[in-house]
């Protein structure tokens, strides 16, 4: 069993930034890929970004490229989401998921999730 906690949200003004992060425990998550995902307020979950096992492959949707970037550190079985240049439809609550597929995680189907943490925007 993997269990994630993600923490760093918080309220924040348009064009800041904020750094969530994804703690694991159970097991190291040196073998899965992990995804971030958001949802607003009655709205559907939206895929935001994943990163393979080694942090060598990355996938940002299109609505956070050059916006958002996703990292991880295997050795403090962590995963990152670094949010810059925020704007006010990026409130969301922001989970993170974990499998050993890159593409069950991709789509929403991963087998481990956390309970997320609020992300704010004001304008």
């Known amino acids: 069993q993997v269990q994630l906690v993600e923490s760093g949200g918080g309220l924040v003004q348009a064009g800041g930034s904020l750094r969530l992060s994804c703690a694991a425990s159970g097991r190291f998550l040196d073998s899965y890929t992990m995804g971030w995902f958001r949802q607003a307020p009655g709205k559907e979950r939206e895929f935001v970004a994943l990163i393979n096992w080694s942090g060598g492959s990355l996938y940002h949707t299109d609505s956070v490229k050059g916006r958002f970037t996703i990292s991880r550190d295997n050795a403090k079985n962590t995963v990152y989401l670094q949010m810059n240049s925020l704007k006010p439809e990026d409130t969301a609550v922001y989970s993170c998921?974990?499998?050993?597929?890159?593409?069950?995680?991709?789509?929403?189907?991963?087998?481990?999730w956390g309970p997320g943490t609020q992300v704010t925007v004001s304008s």
């Open positions: 998921a974990a499998d050993y597929s890159r593409n069950y995680v991709q789509a929403g189907k991963g087998a481990y």
